[in-house]
T-cell receptor, first 112, second 118 residues
């Protein structure tokens, strides 16, 4: 079965600094990979997704992620973080029939 | 287009009671999935319904059940509530092409129902 590991439970960055959130997955076939963001009291919003093709994926709000099959990774990046990016970020791997497995999440704090 | 809606948004129950949560998918979406989110276990897949049929189920006890109606609206039911059932329950809808050739489709999440069991 597929699984996802997000090694960092909590990350703090200064506003304007760059950001990288790590995600490693385990899945036997070609994975469908996602990054979601969740603000307090809210549902999940899709930032970006990878199904196939170009391994560098652009998403909303200036986020991007790179799929590296050799490292089983799908790290999320943003060149300059804004205070409004403070939230919890979830990496997920999807399989047939919408059985989506989420990582434990990384909580992002942005310092002024 | 309206997003996924879930009702109620907040619910307080006592142990032993049962509860029913409702989810209305985005218009035209035929698949509805349910997830449980807790601080300890994170986001866990409960089950997925497509065209009124449960086609995938996570590793939850039989106290957790669901159904889907012909208009794609879905309900999930938890019977004999336990303290550990306190969680945010999220519903997500998607638009698979069809049952057989369905590949993974983007899921759109609702705001969730916060269930507290006392």
């Amino acid at each position: 079965a597929q699984s996802v590991t997000q090694p960092d439970i909590h990350i703090t960055v200064s506003e304007g600094a760059s950001l990288e959130l790590r995600c490693n997955y385990s899945y036997g076939a070609t994975p469908y990979l996602f990054w979601y963001v969740q603000s307090p009291g809210q549902g999940l919003q899709l930032l970006l997704k990878y199904f196939s093709g170009d391994t560098l994926v652009q998403g909303i709000k200036g986020f991007e992620a790179e799929f590296k099959r050799s490292q089983s990774s799908f790290n999320l990046r943003k060149p300059s973080v804004h205070w409004s990016d403070a939230a919890e970020y979830f990496c997920a791997v999807g399989a047939y029939n919408n059985d989506m497995r989420f990582g434990a999440g990384t909580r992002l704090t942005v310092k002024p | 287009k309206a997003g996924v809606t879930q009702t109620p948004r907040y619910l307080i129950k006592t142990r032993g009671q049962q509860v029913t949560l409702s989810c209305s998918p985005i218009s035209g979406h035929r698949s509805v999935s349910w997830y449980q989110q807790t601080p300890g276990q994170g986001l866990q897949f409960l089950f997925e319904y497509f065209s009124e049929t449960q086609r995938n189920k996570g590793n939850f006890p039989g106290r957790f059940s669901g159904r889907q109606f012909s208009n794609s609206r879905s309900e999930m039911n938890v019977s004999t509530l336990e303290l550990g059932d306190s969680a945010l329950y999220l519903c997500a809808s998607s638009f698979p092409r069809d049952w057989i050739r369905s590949s993974y489709n983007e899921q759109f999440f609702g705001p969730g129902t916060r269930l507290t069991v006392l």
